[in-house]
């Protein structure tokens, strides 16, 4: 899995609600940031709604073109396609940002 602060421009992740639960996908340029967010009940709509905040995937994109053109390509696959992506690198469904060492708050942006 890529660390926090090893993406030259943009993220494409997978939130879930649970193990097998309700997705969301999104891009952004500060994951940290953005999973803050969700957490925190920022994000209004079906994150919020559901309880998406569990990061189960992610990719590192050269440009925020290139993540924009991929979170639109995974958001049309079938549900069973997204699955099978998030488990060809997490079986378990583990909250990945806690493999990473450091807590999300630490990737925040500066202010």
Same mark, same amino acid.
């Given at each position: 899995?890529?660390?926090?602060?090893?993406?030259?421009?943009?993220?494409?992740?997978?939130?879930?609600?649970?193990?097998?639960?309700?997705?969301?996908?999104?891009?952004?340029?500060?994951?940290?940031?953005?999973?803050?967010?969700?957490?925190?009940?920022?994000?209004?709509? $079906?994150?919020?709604?559901?309880?998406?905040?569990?990061?189960?995937?992610?990719?590192? $994109?050269?440009?925020?073109?290139?993540?924009?053109?991929? %979170?639109?390509?995974?958001?049309?696959?079938?549900? =069973?396609?997204?699955?099978?992506? /998030? %488990?060809?690198?997490?079986?378990?469904?583990? %909250? /990945?940002? =806690?493999?990473?060492?450091?807590?999300? %708050?630490?990737?925040?942006?500066?202010?």
């Amino acid at each position: 899995m890529p660390t926090v602060g090893h993406c030259p421009a943009a993220w494409v992740y997978i939130l879930a609600s649970r193990p097998h639960g309700a997705l969301y996908v999104g891009a952004t340029e500060f994951v940290g940031k953005r999973l803050w967010e969700h957490r925190n009940g920022l994000v209004a709509g $079906h994150t919020r709604k559901y309880g998406i905040c569990r990061l189960v995937y992610i990719e590192c $994109h050269a440009s925020m073109i290139a993540a924009l053109r991929r %979170e639109r390509q995974i958001k049309k696959w079938r549900r =069973q396609w997204k699955v099978e992506l /998030i %488990e060809s690198l997490n079986p378990d469904w583990r %909250e /990945i940002d =806690q493999d990473w060492g450091s807590p999300v %708050e630490s990737a925040l942006p500066p202010s």
